[in-house]
C-alpha cells in the first residue's frame, strides 16, 4: 500500500505496512530499527572499551600494544568498532537527509559517507590483523 | 488558497509565515538536542582519527612512538578528552532517547531533569575516566 493511497485527513500509521516507501530515504522505519539495535549492543562494549584504553593509555606504546594483541581486547575492539561504523554511517546519513538538500550534493554527501566509512572500517581491520598478528609472534620471540 | 492569494496579487505575504527558530526560547530539551547530534558528528570523524591512530600504533615502532606520543600532547589530550566527553555525551542521550523510545519520560519535569543530567553525567563519566586512566597509570 503507498503512502498515497489513504484518505487525506487520516495519518499514515507506518506500522501497517512496515513504514514502507516512507522516509527520506524510503527505507521506512528499517534504519531506525537498526539504528536502536546497535546502540543496544553496543553501549556495554563502548563502555568496556573506553575503560581498557584509559587503563593503558599511560603505560607506553609497547604496552598499549600488548594490550590490544590480547585476545579478548581485539575481539571486543573490532565488534565495537564494527558496531560504532554501521551506527555512524546511518547517523550521518540522517543528519546529511536533514540538512543538505540540494540533490547533487545530496548525492555526493552520501558517497563520501560511505566511502569514510569503508576507509575507516579498513584502517581498523588493519590494525586488527597487525594485533592479532603480534599476539602470535610474541609467544616465539 | 490564502498562500496563492498574496502571490496573484503580487503583495508581500504576513511574515513570518511559520514558527521560525529564533521565536523559540533555549530549553534544556532543545541545547541537548543539538548537543546530541554534534556530538554523534564529532564522533564520526573522531572515530576516524582513532582508527587512523590504530593504524598508526600498529604499523612500525616509529609510528607506534609518533601515535603515543602525540596523544599526550596538548592538542592530542584535548582531542582525547573532547572525544571521551562526546562519547559520554552521546552515549547518555542515547540511553535518554531509548527511555523516550519506551514510551517513558514525558512530562515538563521528567524531560528536564533527563536533559540536565546529560550534560551534568557526561561531565562527571568524562572526569571519572579520565581519573582512572590516570590513577592507574
Not at chain 1, 546519513?93 to 576507509?119: K, L, S
Not at chain 2, 607506534?64 to 584535548?78: E, K, N, S, V
Request: proline share 4%; net charge positive; aromatic share 14%.
Amino acid at each position: 500500500m503507498m503512502a498515497n493511497d489513504t484518505k487525506p485527513g487520516v495519518p499514515v500509521s507506518v506500522f501497517g505496512h512496515g513504514g514502507k516507501d516512507l522516509g527520506s530515504s524510503g527505507h521506512g522505519v528499517g534504519h531506525w530499527w537498526t539504528q536502536r539495535v546497535l546502540t543496544i549492543i553496543g553501549m556495554p562494549m563502548v563502555l568496556v572499551m573506553v575503560l581498557v584504553v584509559a587503563w593503558a593509555s599511560g603505560r607506553g606504546p609497547g604496552q598499549m600494544l600488548l594490550v590490544f594483541s590480547y585476545p579478548p581486547v581485539t575481539i571486543l575492539l573490532g565488534l565495537s568498532m564494527a558496531l560504532m561504523i554501521m551506527h555512524m554511517r546511518l547517523g550521518l546519513q540522517q543528519v546529511i537527509e536533514d540538512y543538505v538538500t540540494a540533490r547533487c550534493w545530496r548525492y555526493a554527501a552520501f558517497i563520501f559517507n560511505d566511502a569514510f566509512c569503508a576507509v575507516v572500517a579498513m584502517m581498523t581491520l588493519y590494525a586488527l590483523i597487525k594485533f592479532s598478528a603480534i599476539s602470535v609472534l610474541a609467544q616465539f620471540v | 488558497m490564502a498562500q496563492a492569494e498574496h502571490v496573484a496579487r503580487k503583495t508581500p505575504a504576513q511574515r513570518p509565515l511559520s514558527p521560525h527558530l529564533q521565536i523559540y526560547g533555549w530549553t534544556w530539551t532543545f541545547v541537548m538536542s543539538g548537543f546530541h547530534r554534534a556530538s554523534g558528528v564529532a564522533l564520526y570523524f573522531g572515530l576516524g582519527l582513532f582508527a587512523l591512530w590504530l593504524v598508526l600504533l600498529s604499523s612500525s615502532a616509529e609510528c607506534a612512538l609518533f601515535a603515543y606520543w602525540f596523544m599526550g600532547t596538548p592538542i592530542g589530550m584535548l582531542i582525547v578528552f573532547g572525544f571521551t566527553w562526546g562519547l559520554m555525551h552521546h552515549l547518555i542521550g542515547g540511553i535518554r532517547h531509548f527511555i523516550w523510545d519506551a514510551g517513558c519520560g514525558f512530562d515538563p519535569v521528567m524531560r528536564r531533569r533527563m536533559a540536565m543530567f546529560t550534560l551534568v553525567g557526561s561531565v562527571t563519566a568524562t572526569i571519572l575516566v579520565w581519573a582512572f586512566a590516570l590513577l592507574t597509570r
